[in-house]
């Protein structure tokens, strides 16, 4: 049974466990039996991961736990009873711990942290083996959302720095992408200085780290940096900027992404006095989750703004959108 919000793994564990895969070898081998596995077929595989990457952004995951699960089972059964070349090894391997990931985040996106994190995990063995030190530090970074959402950031910041540690071995987007976690992991520990050099740090590589990214961080661009700098604006008190940086993030994103950043953007209005714009912004997430999108994160995500409501309790617009809220289908808020 997995329980909302629990980590199986958290504290010390967690960090040595970013440890342990630094220091683990990697190595693929061609299996001597089964049916023959040809270029063909791991190109149509990782076509499918794609299509899945890709819905997940436009509906979120809760939908589509189930799918992810079938595809990693389908590729797991091809990479234990088929025989390949070493090349090919190393490209199943590579797509087990991407769709590995996809199902650790569609569980996470569902509230499912325990399940999530098991799969992080096998992404992360995946990844190893097949000697993507540019997964793995992708990996590590989005282990650490998880292990802050359940109250260990130190933790996070752990798995972070272990990950940065190996980060010369990555593309820049990939570092860039690790500065930008550390941003955000510092500044929700109050270390605000420390916060702005590592957002700073995280902007300069990633105006030079062109297209070289691996499939997985495809997504990755100005709407995630914005979302990070109106995180880190918000959380040092400047609601003004965090808002304006927070906007841009959700008039760029993806569906998915808009229902959960939505409810920050309200959070950055409330925060500098703005109710009305605050409920503008909390109801487009209601909007996007009652007609498309299926995200247990940013159901919570709004429900945490709804909580900051209550000197305004009486009004009639914060009585709306709190029955609103209320009615979300099952599907979306389970």
């Known amino acids: 049974m997995d329980r909302r919000g629990f980590l199986t793994i958290a504290g010390a564990s967690l960090t040595a466990l970013g440890v342990s895969w630094a220091e683990a070898p990697g190595a693929v081998a061609a299996v001597s039996n089964g049916e023959r596995v040809t270029d063909?077929?791991?190109?149509?595989?990782?076509?499918?991961v794609e299509s899945l990457r890709q819905m997940d952004d436009e509906m979120g995951g809760a939908r589509l736990l189930e799918y992810a699960q079938s595809d990693l089972s389908l590729i797991?059964?091809?990479?234990?009873?088929?025989?390949?070349?070493?090349?090919?090894?190393?490209?199943?391997?590579?797509?087990?711990?991407?769709?590995?990931?996809?199902?650790g985040w569609m569980a996470y996106d569902s509230g499912l942290h325990s399940l999530g994190q098991r799969y992080y995990?096998?992404?992360?063995?995946?990844?190893?083996?097949?000697?993507?030190?540019?997964?793995?530090?992708?990996?590590?970074?989005?282990?650490?959302?998880?292990?802050?959402?359940?109250?260990?950031?130190?933790?996070?910041?752990?798995l972070l720095r272990t990950a940065?540690?190996?980060?010369?071995?990555v593309p820049l987007a990939t570092r860039a992408y690790l500065y930008l976690h550390l941003a955000a992991a510092l500044a929700q520990q109050s270390e605000h200085r420390e916060a702005a050099s590592a957002l700073h740090t995280s902007e300069k590589l990633y105006d030079r780290s062109g297209d070289s990214r691996g499939e997985w961080l495809k997504w990755f661009g100005e709407s995630q940096i914005n979302s990070t700098r109106g995180k880190v604006m918000l959380w040092a008190g400047d609601s003004e900027v965090?808002?304006?940086?927070?906007?841009?993030?959700?008039?760029?994103?993806?569906p998915r992404d808009k229902a959960v950043r939505v409810g920050r953007l309200a959070e950055a209005h409330l925060a500098g006095g703005d109710l009305d714009g605050a409920l503008t912004a909390a109801?487009?997430?209601?909007?996007?989750?009652?007609?498309?999108?299926?995200?247990?994160?940013?159901?919570?995500r709004l429900r945490n703004f709804s909580g900051k409501l209550a000197a305004f309790s009486t009004e009639t617009a914060v009585k709306e959108f709190r029955e609103r809220l209320k009615a979300l289908p099952e599907m979306a808020a389970a």
């Open 40 to 48: 063909r077929r791991v190109t149509a595989l990782e076509q499918r």
């Open 76 to 103: 797991t059964m091809t990479i234990k009873n088929g025989t390949y070349t070493d090349a090919l090894g190393a490209r199943l391997h590579s797509l087990a711990a991407q769709v590995a990931y996809l199902a």
């Open 121 to 158: 995990v096998a992404a992360l063995r995946a990844a190893r083996t097949a000697g993507e030190h540019d997964l793995g530090s992708f990996l590590l970074a989005e282990m650490g959302v998880h292990a802050s959402d359940g109250g260990y950031n130190r933790e996070r910041v752990s």
């Open 164 to 169: 940065l540690d190996q980060s010369k071995k």
């Open 242 to 254: 965090a808002t304006d940086y927070l906007a841009a993030s959700v008039q760029s994103s993806v």
């Open 283 to 300: 109801n487009h997430g209601v909007d996007l989750l009652e007609r498309k999108v299926s995200s247990h994160r940013a159901v919570d």
